[in-house]
Each structure stands twice: as C-alpha cells, then as structure tokens.
Nanobody, 123 residues
Framework: QVQLVESGGGLVQAGDSLTLSCVAS????????MAWFRQAPGKEREFVAV????????YYGDSVKGRFTISRDNAKNTVYLQMDSLKPEDTAVYSC????????????????WGQGTQVTVSS
C-alpha cells in the first residue's frame, strides 16, 4: 500500500507561480511512475504530467506544456509540480497518482491516489 499526501495548493493571481508537493509513504516509491492530474468543477479528470521511476522521462498535457515542470526526489519519497505562468483555467483540484501505467494519461491505470489539493487562479 502507498499513501499519497499533496500539499502546496492555494489562491494565486494569474501569472504567478506555485509548487505542489506529493509525499508518499512506504519504501517502494521508487518503483512507481508518478503523475499529476487535475479536475475542475463539472469537468473530467485531466492528465497534467507524469515522471518515470528514475525521473529520466517526463510527459505533459498539451494545456500545461512549457509552463509546468514535474520532478521527483526518490530519497524524500516526493514528487513535485512546479507551475509557472498560471492562468485562471488552471483552477482545479490537483491530485497525484502512483502506478506502473501502460497508458500514462489514463487515470484508470494508476493504483494509488492522493486526496488532492485545491489550486485557484484569479484573473
């Protein structure tokens, strides 16, 4: 079992930056790919970014490419999401997920989820 706890959300203005963190329990963090998803009210869960077990590969959703950066520190069991140039449309609950996905942008392929952290971007 892996437990994930996100933090770092909040209320910011358009153009600001914010960094989210997700801390995992257990000794197997390094065996999982880690991803961030987000869900806005009334919308489906959207893939944001994923990072491979070693951190050597990353992929991003089109809406955040060039603005967000995912990284991980396996020694700290933590994955990060650096969000720059935030826009009001980035407003959502951001959740981290752990798994060994064969289709990294599909939420169903992840095994463990955090409870999420709210990010609100005002215009």
């Amino acid at each position: 079992q892996v437990q994930l706890v996100e933090s770092g959300g909040g209320l910011v203005q358009a153009g600001d930056s914010l960094t989210l963190s997700c801390v995992a329990s257990g000794r197997t963090f390094w065996t999982y790919s880690m991803a961030w998803f987000r869900q806005a009210p009334g919308k489906e869960r959207e893939f944001v970014a994923v990072i491979s077990r070693t951190g050597g590969s990353t992929y991003y959703g089109d809406s955040v490419k060039g603005r967000f950066t995912i990284s991980r520190d396996n020694a700290k069991n933590t994955v990060y999401l650096q969000m720059d140039s935030l826009k009001p449309e980035d407003t959502a609950v951001y959740s981290c997920a752990a798994g060994q996905p064969n289709r990294y942008s599909f939420p169903r392929t992840y095994d463990y989820w955090g409870q999420g952290t709210q990010v609100t971007v005002s215009s």
